[in-house]
């Protein structure tokens, strides 16, 4: 979106001619643009001013100004797509100044290091889903009266945030699954993937001892930790769905595979409270 700034030269009665720069409640006459000039101008009819209405016939020039680029998010993008496909590794700094056409000092300015670029890309969308993984939980609460939270619940306010943005938040999040799927069980990442998200699976594991009175907590962590990663396996959408038969080629299918992903999982966690 371009954004303009209107200055205007406008005499009202009684007072001398000035420059202001908004002007309310114009009535256009005519309206031209000219390609040669950056310049747009018009002829106002009425302009009512301190209570005051006078008669003007005269040019307003818009001049353009830029557009506010928000060159930060435009570095984690790129660097979140180059990591899920290229891995930490892979990815350099110099490849990632490149797909988001910036200096290389740039992102050495706002993110520092290159380890500090991976863990804010981390960061940056976990933010989200650890807020709504707990909105959604809150509401299994409310619903259970103070009771254990049915595991399938559970589940839902777990998995669907994450579904959901695969789903619907645009190739950004399908890229950040990608790179979740490859990091999740790695040693090497596990102090950011523990800062984003060890809270918020405490928090889930606590409801699900709740529910599964009857497990261990060897049996309640492994179970939890099957879920997350079917999870991150599907919504990776690293193409195993594509060569299998009748399997899905479209990100749209992702509802029906998460509709059977629930009870599916649910069933595992219901079959080891024995």
């Given amino acids: ?8 030269n406008v005499c009202v009665k009684g007072s001398k001619k000035r420059t202001i720069q908004y002007v309310p409640e114009l009535i256009f006459t005519q ?4 390609y040669m000039k950056p310049k ?3 002829n106002v009819r009425m302009y009512k001013l301190d209570e005051r209405t006078t008669n003007v016939n005269t040019e307003y020039a818009l001049t353009k100004t830029k557009p506010v680029i928000d060159r930060k998010t435009q570095i984690l993008d790129a660097a979140e797509e180059l990591f899920s496909y290229s891995g930490f590794d892979g990815a350099s700094i110099r490849d990632i100044a490149k797909r988001c056409d910036v200096q290389l000092a740039l992102i050495g300015y706002h993110f520092g290091p290159k380890e500090q670029l991976f863990e804010a890309v981390v960061r940056r969308r976990a933010i989200h889903l650890t807020d709504r993984r707990i909105a959604e939980l809150e509401e299994a609460r409310t619903a259970s009266k103070d009771q254990p ?3 399938r619940k559970i589940v839902h306010a777990y998995v669907w945030p994450f579904f959901e943005r695969v789903i619907d938040g645009g190739q950004g999040w399908k890229n950040y699954a990608k790179l979740m799927s490859q990091i999740a069980n790695s040693r090497r990442w596990q102090p ?3 800062e984003c998200y060890d809270e918020t699976s405490l928090v889930f594991t606590d409801e699900v001892r709740r529910s599964m009175s009857n497990c261990s907590e060897l049996t309640i962590l492994s179970s939890f930790q099957f879920m997350v990663g079917a999870m991150l396996a599907i919504c990776a959408e690293a193409g195993r769905y594509e060569v299998l038969p009748g399997g899905t080629k479209s990100a749209e299918d992702l509802e029906s595979i998460y509709a059977d992903f629930v009870p599916f999982i649910s069933a595992g966690f219901r079959a080891v409270n024995k």
């Fill in 149 to 151: 939270i049915p595991i």
């Fill in 192 to 194: 950011i993937v523990g």
């Fill in 31 to 34: 309206l031209k643009y000219s």
């Fill in 1 to 8: 979106m371009v954004e303009f700034k209107i200055h205007a």
């Fill in 40 to 42: 747009l101008t018009f």
